[in-house]
């Protein structure tokens, strides 16, 4: 009997013990509240994109470029250095753009079956870059994000800066004279804590290089409730990054400033909503998604054409659903096809997930629109390394010869023409405009 | 050794016999295993919704069989569906593991031959096999204990969480592997080589088509997430390779064939049908295990003569008649005229077999002479398996007739009635008393309210014994045919395998049926194949279950009566029509999606995730 | 014998604590409230058998055994039968997007309403007598990924009518992603049912149309009375 007292003595204890130090770590002492400060007011007069609500948009890579043009970095991401460069049997790229339209080309290490020599482009140019604008225009796909690796463009790493500015700057000029919209998004993959924090300085320096925020000067660069946005990409991925999600929240803080100065979009893995598979189980990522204004998950990879209706039916309508309860805006991701195999040096990951003649690609962009989404992001204008480009590339029986060791390139299907993906993008922009008569069925040109 | 009788040496080795004394003497270790037998959850005559071996005790559960809850019957008074406490085998099946665990262990240590070590090991591993293949069915991953559990002062330790539901179907078919590695080609009423294969083929077929067909039926919930049920459709290529590779075995070592294959005329193939289940030790070719039931007896008989035998030959047994085969079962039966298709009953000269909405004298009935011409020329096995009305059984004509039309051309269905017209009386129920008829009276729950009666595994060498637990009729567990029709069915699903010899394999059954044309392999041939040839073996069942079809076929689904009336307006000619019916007093039933898997017992107690729903 | 009465005493004294511990005051509380589409602000229309639930779950026991509540036809629901505690809520199983779970204290007569987001809403929707058929014609608006598995109309005597409780009904397999440009056509014929449902009455008629995605509850037009 004594023996069941003492325990019962010792769970009283130790329940006492466990309140008690629940109630001390229950109150914080309190904060006094920061001082008022005027929320920024930006005159948006003349400006063409007031909200990402509406539009569909592409990412741009940008990151190309071509030995022999001013920017002085070589084949930089067309060459592959796994695999000792840019020649035939070794590259970076699956596809090949189509260059029957650049007025600037450069020459190439590869030829086609016939021998000519197969040439390529640079973002470098600013000819070329305008043309991409262009074709946007053309097509009705609304605008773009321009990429900005945070770990490219260091003040020690000059040329790569230099390059990724000069890209800015002949997008910038292209999107208005085009009317397109342009946002910049920083990628935060290969970042330290420390680089997290460098993002501010070198953001501060492009708004005041560029104008960014001016609306005559940038009257397309892309506002979202009232203030211009940025995008940072790379937010709760558990693929053991170098900084945390705390550095994230501390950066999008210090973006923001107590006057709120700009609108914020995140690049958050697929299934941040659950925080399983590819995403950190943290609470503070939702605490973060919280303080943003929109959120774009990034669906690249996480599902092919056959499994895209088990897995994102699962996702997308309960994320949008969150969102909504949580006054967040939601963008979801399409993507044409998925393919990496000189990239990654294994022919068996051509073509890994099939265009299926843009079947897929508008699966997405139905399944984006039924599941009551406003507003699409494509993956990508020019990514040709890992084969999701929507811009005009060759078709699969004109393509360059790429080595004899098993290589190859991919192409557009034979039987359709090169700008098909542009032209299905352009479809998908004018059904989320609110144009009657598409459905889940792909529509025929 | 037979194990059928061994329900009386239920012994309790760990607390009577210590297991050393046991099995230091070989004569220990065959009663031992005699008992390990009995426990085999074999879904044979003494099998129901409250488990196996329902003979003993109080076996009256109303004769209300798993056949029931398919479209193969339904009962002539119950219409109850599924229960979430029905078909269990938890305690049960862990009780037989530990056993045969227990047996595994010893055999090492026992002064036998080499040879007969194997043999133990083979059937100790097969009995296992088949304990975690019941369970799998049942409940998915389950607990996966592989050796004897010992007890150190703490009962935590012996808590086994859930293996997945892969990595359980992949365990069951590593036990038959090892089985069928030890056992030998021996026939016997004990496991052989090619019982071990059987099984194992069939267990593979079920996991395959869980993979292949699981997209049809998801649901949500811990044990999903954690893949405690629900196989990847990427698991159907191996599941289906090993069925065929198992079927394959048995097919080409040649040990087993079908019985009487070539029948010279359907009535001989109806016939031969009949004998193979009336009395499976006839068929030594095609029977791979038997289970027996020497002797009546509680624990030893069973009751199937007494409950489903048709109400004219109850010989005083005061519930007879409780299996009514349902009109879509008899619909399902090809007819020779028209090969590869099921035939269904036309009752009208309009040939419109969906309208099911009762007697029209507006309505041009086909007449026919007899009360069963409309079956001509339908598959042997439907006269092998049912009681059609007018055919002889005992030596009695059986009388199913559900009314008449009166020469006026109003009918009385259903309803206890006379008329004189001329020198003859006629009656709705074909006859005058209750005797002499044994259909759609309601009088007793006795009469088959479907227009059919039942055949199949009933003996007709004697009379009713009407008490409990007297049949002694034994039961065919594996056979040729479900075999055959395994591989067809890995072979036709999966795209793989010998297309050919799979195609012959279905034409082979059909040809022992008195079919002489044959007729490709496709899915569909296979599962109507299927269906016929082991109807009333459980099977259906579990098929459903397997292609996750139970939820499609039984959604608001009703089931349908054929009834026969003696159409008076012909007179004096003898001359019956047929209506088509929803069955009588029945209600729609609808399979929820969580019946998939069985709810697992005793959750607050061994701490194990819960079935999905329950 | 003497051990043996202390086993009994012991015994008696267990179960004696058992019954003390048992004696709970009986339950207090209850749980209300409404599931409505976030659009429309409308109750979501549900089955009254085998339709959507709410799943409620009691903190502080581990295990736990989940308790589902059922969803009225109209879309509501109430338990009145809770032990005041804090509880995790959360409406599953059901023909909407399933919402995050909310942690509240049920006591007294709690209310929760959900606003959820129907995986199909049936618009447009006219159901009038044509000769001897019944006719509706209605649009499809789908809010969620995936196929819709069928649209069906279906009938009975009693106005809680659904897809699991009818006599009567015509059904049509879609298996494909709703076509909003399409107007949707099902023609019933009451002379098929009137073993069931003799001609001459009035009945209740619902336009119900599923997805084909895990537990997925069928989404509903209003129930329509006619006499046919």
Request: net charge neutral; hydrophobic share 35%; proline share 6%.
């Amino acid at each position: 009997m004594k023996k069941v007292c003492l325990i019962l003595a010792a769970v009283v204890l130790a329940a006492g013990i466990s309140c008690s130090k629940k109630s001390t770590g229950g109150n914080p002492p309190p904060t006094p509240d920061p001082p008022e400060v005027p929320e920024a007011v930006y005159d948006e007069t003349g400006c063409l994109y007031t909200s990402y609500k509406g539009l569909v948009m592409a990412g741009y890579q940008g990151w190309f470029a071509a030995e022999g043009d001013a920017s002085e970095r070589g084949w930089y991401h067309y060459r592959n250095g796994n695999c000792g460069g840019f020649m035939p049997g070794c590259a970076a790229v699956d596809f090949w753009p189509d260059m029957t339209e650049y007025t600037k080309k450069y020459p190439s290490p590869f030829s086609f079956a016939d021998g000519g020599n197969a040439p390529l482009y640079s973002p470098y140019d600013e000819e070329t870059v305008d043309l991409h604008f262009k074709w946007m225009k053309d097509y009705g796909i609304d605008g773009v994000f321009m990429q900005r690796f945070v770990v490219e463009i260091k003040n020690e790493n000059a040329k790569g800066k230099r390059h990724f500015n000069k890209v800015l700057e002949n997008a910038l000029k292209a999107a208005k004279k085009y009317s397109r919209a342009i946002c910049v998004m920083y990628d935060l993959s290969g970042c330290t804590s420390a680089d997290v924090a460098y993002l501010e300085q070198d953001w501060e320096e492009l708004q005041r290089t560029f104008s960014l925020f001016d609306n005559k000067t940038n009257p397309t660069y892309l506002r979202h409730n009232k203030k211009p946005l940025v995008v940072i990409w790379g937010v709760g991925f558990n693929d053991n990054r170098k900084y945390t999600i705390a550095d994230a929240d501390q950066l999008v803080t210090r973006l923001k400033g107590p006057s709120k100065k700009v609108s914020v979009m995140l690049g958050v893995p697929y299934y941040w909503r659950t925080m399983r598979n590819d995403t950190e189980n943290s609470p503070a990522l939702h605490a973060l998604i919280k303080k943003s204004d929109i959120i774009m998950p990034w669906a690249v990879g996480r599902y092919g054409n056959d499994n895209y209706a088990n897995v994102a039916g699962a996702e997308l309508a309960g994320d949008i659903q969150w969102c909504n309860n949580n006054k967040v805006d939601y963008v979801p991701l399409a993507f044409p096809g998925f393919s990496w195999g000189n990239l990654r040096n294994d022919p068996s990951l051509y073509n890994s997930i099939p265009r299926m003649k843009g079947e897929f690609l508008w699966k997405q962009v139905a399944g984006a629109k039924m599941s009551g989404a406003k507003s699409l992001y494509l993956a990508m204008f020019d990514e040709i390394d890992e084969g999701t480009a929507l811009f005009k590339c060759a078709r699969q029986n004109e393509v360059p010869l790429n080595g004899n060791g098993g290589r190859q390139f991919v192409g557009i299907e034979n039987d359709l023409p090169s700008d098909h993906y542009l032209w299905l993008s352009g479809q998908a922009a004018k059904w989320f405009h609110g144009e009657s008569g598409y459905s889940a069925t792909l529509p025929v040109r | 050794m037979l194990f059928s009788c061994q329900g009386i040496l239920d012994i309790k080795p760990t607390d009577k016999i210590p297991a050393e004394v046991l099995f230091g003497d070989p004569e220990g270790v065959k009663i031992y295993m005699a008992n390990l037998y009995y426990q085999l959850p074999i879904e044979d005559f003494a099998y129901f919704r409250a488990g196996f071996n329902q003979n003993g005790g109080d076996p009256n559960n109303g004769g209300f069989s798993a056949a029931m809850l398919t479209e193969e019957a339904m009962h002539t008074e119950f219409g109850d569906f599924f229960g979430d406490g029905d078909f269990q085998w938890w305690d049960q099946g862990y009780k037989l593991i530990r056993d045969v665990n227990l047996l595994i262990d010893a055999i090492p240590a026992l002064d036998i031959l080499e040879e007969e070590k194997s043999a133990l090991t083979g059937e100790s591993n097969f009995i296992k096999a088949f304990a975690y293949f019941a369970l799998a069915k049942r409940y998915g991953g389950v607990p996966l204990i592989k050796a004897t559990q010992k007890y150190e002062g703490s009962a935590e330790p012996l808590k086994v969480p859930r293996s997945t539901e892969k990595e359980t179907w992949d365990y069951v078919l590593e036990l038959c592997d090892v089985a069928a590695t030890n056992l030998g080609t021996a026939k016997g009423r004990r496991a052989n080589k090619y019982t071990a294969l059987a099984l194992k083929s069939r267990a593979a077929l079920h996991a395959a088509s869980l993979a292949k067909f699981g997209s049809r039926a998801t649901v949500s919930g811990d044990a999903v997430t954690q893949k405690l049920v629900g196989l990847e459709a990427s698991a159907a290529a191996g599941y289906y390779a090993a069925c065929i590779q198992a079927s394959q075995a048995i097919i080409t070592d040649g040990a087993y064939s079908l019985f009487r294959p070539n029948p010279a005329t359907p009535a001989e193939a109806a016939e031969n049908y009949r004998l193979l289940f009336q009395n499976p030790n006839d068929a030594p070719d095609e029977v791979i295990l038997i289970k027996g039931y020497n002797l009546p007896g509680a624990n030893l008989g069973h009751n199937y003569d007494i409950w489903y035998q048709p109400a004219q030959v109850a010989n005083g047994w005061p519930h007879p008649g409780r299996m009514n085969p349902t009109l879509e079962m008899v619909d399902l039966y090809e007819s020779y005229a028209a090969p590869g298709q099921s035939a269904p009953v036309v009752t009208t000269v309009d040939g419109n077999v969906t309208d099911y909405g009762g007697y029209d004298p507006s309505k041009n009935y086909l007449r026919f002479d007899t009360p069963n011409e409309i079956f001509k020329d339908k598959d042997a096995r439907l006269w092998g398996t049912a009681i059609l009305p007018g055919t002889t059984w005992k030596g009695t004509n059986i009388v199913i007739q559900a009314g008449y039309v009166k020469p006026d051309g109003q009918a009385v269905i259903r309803i206890k009635d006379q008329i004189t017209v001329g020198a003859n009386t006629y009656y709705t129920y074909g006859a005058p008393s209750t005797t002499m008829y044994s259909g759609f009276d309601t009088y007793g729950g006795n009469n088959t309210r479907t227009g059919f009666s039942f055949k199949k595994f009933m003996n007709q060498n004697s009379p009713i014994v009407p008490g409990w637990n007297q049949s002694t009729t034994d039961w065919a567990e594996f056979r040729y045919a479900e075999v055959l029709l395994n591989f067809a069915e890995a072979v036709v699903e999966s795209g793989t395998g010998d297309a050919t010899a799979a195609a012959k394999a279905l034409n082979d059954i059909r040809r022992r049926a008195g079919h002489t044309v044959n007729i490709p392999l496709t899915a569909d041939n296979v599962q109507r194949e299927r269906r016929v040839e082991l109807a009333f073996e459980n099977k259906r069942f579990w098929d459903l279950i397997r292609r996750r079809e139970y939820h499609t076929v039984f959604n608001n689904r009703v089931m349908h009566t054929l009834l026969p009336l003696q159409d008076l307006r012909a007179l004096p000619a003898t001359k019956y029509i047929f209506v088509r019916v929803q069955v009588p007093n029945s209600n729609p039933r609808t399979f929820e999606l969580k019946a998939y898997y069985r709810s697992i017992p005793g959750i607050g107690a061994n701490g194990l995730v819960q079935n999905p729903q329950y | 014998m003497k051990r043996l009465q202390y086993l009994f005493l012991l015994l008696a004294a267990i179960l004696f604590g058992a019954c003390e511990k048992d004696n709970f005051d009986g339950p207090t509380a209850g749980l209300s409230g409404r599931l409505i589409d976030a659009d429309t602000k409308e109750l979501l229309q549900q089955d009254i058998v085998r339709g959507s639930t709410i799943e409620i779950v009691e903190h502080g026991y581990d295990p736990v055994r989940p308790q589902y509540l059922i969803v009225k036809n109209d879309g509501t629901y109430e338990n009145s039968m809770l032990f005041e505690n804090m509880y995790t809520v959360r409406p599953v199983r059901g023909n909407f997007v399933t919402p995050e779970p909310i942690d509240i204290r049920i006591s007294g007569k709690t209310v929760q309403d959900f606003n959820v987001t129907p995986y199909l809403r049936i618009q447009d929707l006219n159901i009038s007598k044509q000769g001897n058929l019944v006719v509706a014609t209605f649009r499809l608006q789908q809010n969620v990924i995936g196929n819709v598995q069928k649209i069906g109309i279906y009938v009975d005597k009693d106005p809680r009518v659904g897809e699991p409780m009818r006599l009567g009904q015509k059904e049509q397999t879609l298996n494909a992603a709703a076509d909003p440009n399409t107007v949707y056509r099902l023609e019933y014929n009451p002379d098929e049912f009137k073993a069931q449902m003799p001609l001459g009455k009035s009945y209740y008629f619902r336009v119900g149309a599923l997805m084909s995605l895990t537990e997925a509850k069928p989404n509903y037009a209003p129930t329509v009375k006619l006499d046919i």
